[in-house]
Nanobody, 121 residues
Framework: QVQLVESGGGLVQPGGSLRLSCAASGSIFSIEAMAWHRQAPGKKSERVASILSDFRTEYADSVKGRFTISRDNAKNTVYLQMNSLKPEDTAVYYC???????????????WGQGTQVTVSS
């Protein structure tokens, strides 16, 4: 059974930094795109950043220059380094990935359970 498990959220002051991690577990054949999304109360979900298996990245305009997405293919893990955090970055952050499990050999979209990031003084 394939799962995504996030970690690294918490409370940070404005201007601070946090690093989120998301590890995929289970019997996995391959992982293509991996991404971070966020949802703040009363707002639409936003894709924050994505990274392909060839390490090409894309970012939402709201986080360009402040957030960096990376991945470790050997560990089936994606990271989100968040610097210069602002109160408007407060949200639940979710990772998702396009994973092909060994059991099915069919690519599917998997999501983590979410981790809370709160930016406040």
């Amino acid at each position: 059974q394939v799962q995504l498990v996030e970690s690294g959220g918490g409370l940070v002051q404005p201007g601070g930094s946090l690093r989120l991690s998301c590890a995929a577990s289970g019997s996995i054949f391959s992982i293509e795109a991996m991404a971070w999304h966020r949802q703040a109360p009363g707002k639409k979900s936003e894709r924050v950043a994505s990274i392909l298996s060839d390490f090409r990245t894309e970012y939402a305009d709201s986080v360009k220059g402040r957030f960096t997405i990376s991945r470790d293919n050997a560990k089936n893990t994606v990271y989100l380094q968040m610097n210069s955090l602002k109160p408007e970055d407060t949200a639940v952050y979710y990772c998702n990935a396009d994973i092909t499990p060994v059991a099915t050999m069919t690519e599917a979209d998997y999501w983590g359970q979410g981790t809370q990031v709160t930016v406040s003084s």
